[in-house]
């Protein structure tokens, strides 16, 4: 299961972070126009850090995309085998 989460982490940090590109705006501005810790944006970009599902929201619209466009190119990337238990039920 822990191999999984990191798995999800890191393609999370990587969506984050090609959306950040594309927005041409820094961690910086970012962190600042939602109120979050720059070293907790890098280390969600970096795959370090979880984060909730309020901090991801605020991401979203920080990137000025819906939260559905992340979840959904997150779930594209996993895959539709993509599970946290070992043995589906």
Same mark, same amino acid.
């Given at each position: 299961?822990? +191999? ?8 999370? %940090?990587a969506?984050?972070k090609?959306?950040?590109? %594309? &927005?041409? $705006? &820094?961690?910086?501005?970012? &962190? ?27 991401? %979203?619209? %920080? ?8 979840? $959904? +190119?997150?779930?594209?990337?996993m895959?539709?085998?993509? &599970? ?6």
């Amino acid at each position: 299961m822990q +191999e999984n989460k990191i798995r999800l982490q890191k393609t999370l %940090a990587a969506i984050v972070k090609k959306h950040r590109n %594309a &927005s041409k $705006k &820094s961690i910086s501005l970012l &962190s600042n126009e939602i109120m979050l810790a720059k070293s907790l944006w890098s280390d969600l970009e970096s795959g370090k850090k979880d984060p909730q599902l309020s901090t991801l929201w605020r991401i %979203a619209e %920080a990137l000025d995309i819906p939260l559905s466009a992340i979840i $959904k +190119e997150l779930e594209e990337k996993m895959g539709e085998d993509f &599970s946290f238990f070992d043995d589906k039920y």
